[in-house]
């Protein structure tokens, strides 16, 4: 699946992902904050870092509308993406207040459900490192230019 972030002066960033059977969907953020852009980046190093398979982006892979994800009515989440989600949240933490691997490990446990998905040093290194180098690219985009990553 491809997945492109085009970046936007006047309008909100848009998150488009096509999936490998041709069918697409998309979504616009309410702002151009930054925290989605960042968000749904990190989303991606971990869920490829980790081949996480039943998280965001491999739900929608699937054929899950990005535009269900916070709807009730589009029915429950799997509890990979439930810990994904705090794989996420703690790997942008650590963006704004760098953690020690040791650190990142013990508020994952804290924080996930059953199965929790190992994270090495190793992994946590290359996670740290993707993120930033995919921050910086997006940060060097102009206005209607696209970041693109595969899935």
């Known amino acids: 699946m491809k997945i492109s972030l085009t970046k936007h002066e006047s309008r909100p960033h848009t998150l488009l992902c096509l999936r490998d059977d041709g069918s697409r969907t998309w ?3 309410a702002n151009n904050s930054g925290y989605f ?8 190093v971990v869920e490829s870092e980790l081949g996480l398979s039943d998280s965001f982006y491999g739900m ?4 899950r509308d990005l ?5 009730p009515e589009s029915g429950p989440i799997s509890v990979e993406a439930e810990n994904t989600e705090h794989l996420v949240a703690l790997l942008q933490h650590d963006r704004r207040t760098p953690v020690s691997y040791g650190e990142y ?3 994952l446990s804290s924080m996930c459900k059953a199965d929790c998905p190992a994270v090495t040093e190793s992994d946590f ?3 740290r490192a993707n993120l930033a180098r995919l921050m910086d690219a997006w940060r060097g985009l102009k206005p209607e230019e696209v970041l693109e990553v595969e899935f």
């Not at 852009?37 to 991606?44: C, F, L, N, Q, R």
């Not at 929608?60 to 054929?63: E, K, Q, T, W, Y």
């Not at 535009?67 to 709807?71: I, P």
């Open 27 to 29: 979504f616009t953020s």
């Open 37 to 44: 852009v960042e968000h749904d980046i990190a989303h991606y």
């Open 60 to 63: 929608v892979s699937m054929g």
């Open 67 to 71: 535009n269900d994800f916070g709807n």
């Open 105 to 107: 490990v013990d508020a």
């Open 125 to 127: 290194q290359n996670m």
